[in-house]
């Protein structure tokens, strides 16, 4: 009964290649959100998804793309990898109300060689 | 100057200590403070939240924020190994959905 949960837990693919993350929350969250944390463990905003709408998009290339098929899911899609993407993806969900908390997906660490 | 500042450690104590660990902010809109911890390897998890300037105690933790020193602080008593973790201060506004990190803070209890 994971509240937030990401699949897959590691990824690892070549340069150039195609890759999906999946997240899916059960709390009944309004919005959700991706984020990246570099090895210097700073966790960047990526996007964020109200009601199935993008209403935030920080300076992300336009390689990783949201999907969000419904209100409990948010797909992450990254065309045209590049070593620098290799971090951990974390995929979070809130309430709608703005000071409620972000709840965390576990990740997924991500190997681009 | 970062908006959120935060000491990435390591801090290593022993067990039992009491620990200290801050956060300092430039941006005088941030009205809410929240403590994350993430253990290795895991998402960060909501460990404490607060709206107001002062103390806020749950168990072993006591937050303190202090807006008019832009400073807040999650004290930790009777440390643990298992409290060993990093801790992340996420700081937000009224305007903003997005609560803005720190680095976070590696903290090793060891026995």
């Known amino acids: 009964d994971t509240a937030v949960s990401q699949t897959p837990k590691y990824l690892v693919t070549q340069m150039g290649n195609d890759k999906s993350i999946k997240c899916e929350q059960n709390?009944?969250?309004?919005?959700m959100y991706w984020y990246k944390q570099d090895s210097k463990k700073f966790l960047k905003i990526m996007f964020s998804y109200n009601n199935k709408e993008l209403i935030i998009n920080e300076t992300v290339p336009n390689r990783f793309s949201p999907k969000s098929p419904d209100k409990a899911h948010l797909n992450l899609h990254i065309n045209s990898l590049e070593l620098g993407d290799s971090a951990v993806y974390f995929c979070?969900?809130?309430?709608?109300?703005?000071?409620?908390?972000?709840?965390f997906g576990n990740g997924t660490r991500l190997t681009v060689t | 100057q970062k908006e959120v500042e935060q000491d990435p450690g390591p801090l290593s104590v022993p067990e039992g200590a009491i620990v200290s660990l801050n956060c300092t902010y430039s941006?005088?809109?941030?009205?809410?403070f929240m403590w994350y911890r993430q253990y290795s390897r895991k998402g960060p998890e909501l460990l404490m939240y607060?709206?107001?300037?002062g103390n806020k105690e749950d168990g072993r933790f006591t937050a303190q924020v202090d807006k008019s020193s832009k400073y807040i602080s999650l004290f930790i008593r009777d440390s643990q190994p298992s409290d060993s973790a990093t801790y992340l201060c996420?700081?937000?506004?009224?305007?903003?959905?997005?609560?803005?990190f720190g680095r976070g803070t590696s903290l090793i209890v060891h026995p």
């Open positions: 709390l009944g969250h309004d919005t």
């Open positions: 941006n005088s809109a941030f009205q809410y």
């Open positions: 996420a700081l937000g506004s009224g305007g903003s959905y997005i609560p803005t």
């Open positions: 607060t709206y107001s300037s």
């Open positions: 979070a969900s809130r309430r709608a109300d703005r000071d409620s908390p972000l709840h």
